[in-house]
Nanobody
């Protein structure tokens, strides 16, 4: 069983930056698929970015060039650096760890971008 805890959310003006962290209670393996989703009020959960393995990184088109995902397996932590934030980036951000037979989710952290 793995527990994920997100932190780093908050209120920021448009154009600002935030850095989200996702700390895992257990060890992160280089083969683990990890990433971030977000959910805005009234919307479905939307995939934002992911690392299917430690060396592969993918982004949703809506955040490409503005967000950077990274992971430190030694610290069992994943990060999402969010720059040039827009009001449409507002939502609850969830991290996940996918080991195929099990998928783990964090409790979410709120990001609010004011215009």
């Amino acid at each position: 069983q793995v527990q994920l805890v997100e932190s780093g959310g908050g209120l920021v003006q448009a154009g600002g930056s935030l850095r989200l962290s996702c700390a895992a209670s257990g060890s992160i393996r280089s083969i683990d698929s990890m990433g971030w989703y977000r959910q805005a009020p009234g919307n479905e959960r939307e995939w934002v970015a992911g690392t299917p393995s430690g060396d592969i990184i993918r982004y949703a088109d809506s955040v490409k060039g503005r967000f950077t995902i990274s992971r430190d397996n030694a610290k069992n932590t994943m990060y999402l650096q969010m720059n040039s934030l827009k009001p449409e980036d507002t939502g609850v951000y969830y991290c996940y760890l996918d080991r195929h037979i099990s998928v783990y989710w964090g409790q979410g952290t709120q990001v609010t971008v004011s215009s």
